[in-house]
């Protein structure tokens, strides 16, 4: 369920790059109400607000400093990173926050929001990526504010996929679930849920992608976010009977 803030009453302030970067929320798209596209505007809550914010994170900074806070005692709980974000959030944006839609169950598709930002190019395994980052970056808050920032153009770069000849993703699938190219989704899920699987909590093809491998994240987030989709397979998988690319595809925004 999002998460409903209270207008407030003082003005808004500037918009908090510095801060967002400090905290390891360091990749931030502003979309501006009037010129969102009218199927994404439909999904959206026809309340206060005047811009569309997406938060994301890329290499190792976040999980250094939600790691930091855990051993403080400041975040806690099944999922740290979220609790992190939205104390963030809330913190830095203040005034002009009016609704964290993500974290949250009601969120819009955040991969064609990616796809707006310039930031999202798809991988042959179903994650984003990018010419600067690779695939190591991940889709944080989705916050409605009213603060009257600008909105930020596009990043405008090639898909990295295109001009790699090599595609070392390809076989280093243990699964074979990309040997046509693209991925097989149920064949990866079916192999990731067996028992000691070597995929439990990495994949091989995205660790043998070379683009942006200077900002992979630290074993330790590989292994908590790797984790965290695994239970939430387990636990579709035994309320479902057939692979639904959407609600697997979700759950792989946040790796
Ligand atoms: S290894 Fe090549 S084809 Fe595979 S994700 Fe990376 S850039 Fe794309
Ligand atoms: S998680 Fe494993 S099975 Fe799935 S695409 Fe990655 S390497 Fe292949």
Same mark, same amino acid.
């Given at each position: 369920?999002?998460? *409903?803030?209270?207008?407030?009453? $003082?003005?808004? *302030? ?6 967002? +970067? ?8 502003? &979309?501006? @109400? ?6 994404? %505007? ?9 811009? %569309? ?22 975040? #806690? ?8 974000? !939205? ?5 830095? &944006?203040? #005034?002009? %926050? ?8 009601? =969120?819009? #598709? ?10 999202? @190019? ?8 990018? =010419? *600067? ?26 898909? /990295?996929?295109? +001009?790699? @000849?090599?595609? /070392?993703?390809?076989? =280093? ?7 046509? #190219? ?41 292994? $908590?976010?790797?984790? $965290? ?7 579709? @998988? ?8 959407? !609600? !697997? ?7």
């Amino acid at each position: 369920m999002a998460t *409903e803030i209270a207008a407030a009453a $003082h003005p808004p *302030e500037p918009f908090p790059a510095a801060g967002l +970067a400090a905290a390891g929320l360091n990749r931030h798209a502003i &979309f501006r @109400r009037s010129e969102l596209p009218a199927a994404l %505007l439909a999904q959206l809550p026809a309340s206060d607000w005047q811009e %569309l914010v997406l938060l994301a994170h890329a290499g190792p900074l976040l999980w250094q400093q939600v790691s930091a806070a855990q051993q403080a005692g400041t975040v #806690g709980g099944d999922d740290p990173i979220d609790a992190y974000t !939205v104390d963030c959030v809330k913190r830095l &944006f203040s #005034g002009c %926050l009016r609704q964290i839609l993500y974290p949250g169950a009601q =969120a819009p #598709g955040l991969q064609a929001l990616g796809q707006l930002a310039g930031w999202h @190019r798809a991988a042959p395994f179903m994650v984003g990526i990018d =010419a *600067e980052y690779g695939t190591w970056f991940a889709y944080r808050a989705l916050l409605l504010t009213a603060g009257g920032f600008l909105p930020t153009p596009p990043v405008d770069r090639e898909h /990295p996929c295109a +001009a790699c @000849r090599e595609r /070392p993703c390809l076989d =280093a699938c243990p699964a074979g679930a990309l040997t046509s #190219g693209e991925l097989q989704l149920a064949t990866c899920l079916d192999y990731r849920l067996q028992a000691d699987s070597p995929c439990a909590v990495t994949c091989h093809a995205r660790e043998a992608c070379p683009v942006g491998r200077q900002h992979r994240y630290p074993q330790a987030q590989i292994a $908590h976010a790797y984790g $965290h989709s695994l239970n939430f397979l387990r636990a579709w @998988r035994r309320s479902a009977t057939t692979a639904q690319d959407g !609600v !697997v595809g979700n759950q792989r925004n946040k790796t």
